[in-house]
């Protein structure tokens, strides 16, 4: 337990699980090993119908704390701000924040936590929190994400070899991002943005043959060439013709490696006559022309 740090309900949770990684594994694997350094797992656990569950604590902890409420309600306090915490909501704590939160007393929250280091744990924490609101972000419930935690109490259960340790913090990384990219961890199709841009990748993707302009895409979507560019950059980080490029340079690379058609051909079947423009689109993404790629490639043997 952490210095400063108050916590009740010392005699358990009915069907509770808890999982603290000793100071040694930490210290001598987890902070030093290439893979688990990046982010690791300290604490890990799961508090059904958490009634009095407590936790105060005035300097905060060197740990940064996710829990996810899937039942009952609680509330968090934090930055000198009281918010309530419902189900299908999560909570993240930044390491080190002077925070307290506690279940409800009438309806408890049924919560699955975890408490988390490393050298990137500071970014992700900013990351999760980056579109939050109130510390709170609403989280629908999938079983798959459960899966996945379940998944690491089962294996670090059973202790803590090098290959576990390394396993179930890969897991977590997934875990994570399951947070912070909900929409494509489930796929959800009731977000029109999201939906506009998803079927715009597949009409990209069923017209990869042919020469696309962003009136084309954003006829497509039934938008505005200037609004439709804008969410499709905050949604994936590029240009629509940029991206529909990186779709065509990622086919050429499934054609040199897997067929014996010649350069030129390779540009004709992805719309694009000019297969001294299609080299240079091609290396520019690649770092390497399209006959060095075939050449790397069947030296390399990929695959």
Known sequence: ?????????REGFDGQKLIVLPKKIITNFLSKDPVTKQIYITDIGYYPKAQHHYAERPNGIN????????????????????VEVSPSQFIAI?????HKYAANMDK????????????TATFIIDLILKNSEN???????????????????????KGYSGDTLRYVNMIFSHFLSSLIYEDKFNHL?????????????????????????????????????????????????YAPIEYFNQLKVQK???????????????AISLGIE???????????????SPNEYRKKIRADGKG
């Open 1 to 9: 337990m952490a210095k400063n740090t108050t916590l009740r309900r």
């Open 63 to 82: 740990q940064n704390i996710i829990i996810y409420c899937t039942e009952g309600y609680g509330w968090l306090e934090i930055n000198k701000k009281k």
């Open 94 to 98: 930044p390491a080190n924040t002077p």
């Open 108 to 119: 408890p929250w049924t919560i699955y936590w975890i408490h988390f280091k490393g050298e």
């Open 135 to 157: 510390y709170k972000p609403y989280l629908s419930y999938n079983e798959d994400r459960i899966k996945l935690f379940e998944d690491i109490c089962y294996n670090l259960e």
């Open 189 to 237: 199709e009731d977000n029109i943005e999201n939906d506009v841009v998803e079927k715009t990748i597949n009409f990209m993707q069923d017209n990869i043959n042919k020469v696309l302009r962003l009136d084309d895409l954003s006829g497509f979507a039934k938008l505005s060439t200037s609004h439709f560019s804008a969410i499709f950059r905050t949604k994936t980080g």
């Open 252 to 266: 050429a690379c499934q054609y040199i490696s897997f067929t014996t058609m010649s350069i030129k051909n390779i």
């Open 274 to 288: 000019d297969q001294y423009y299609f080299s240079r689109m091609f290396t520019k993404l690649m770092g390497s």
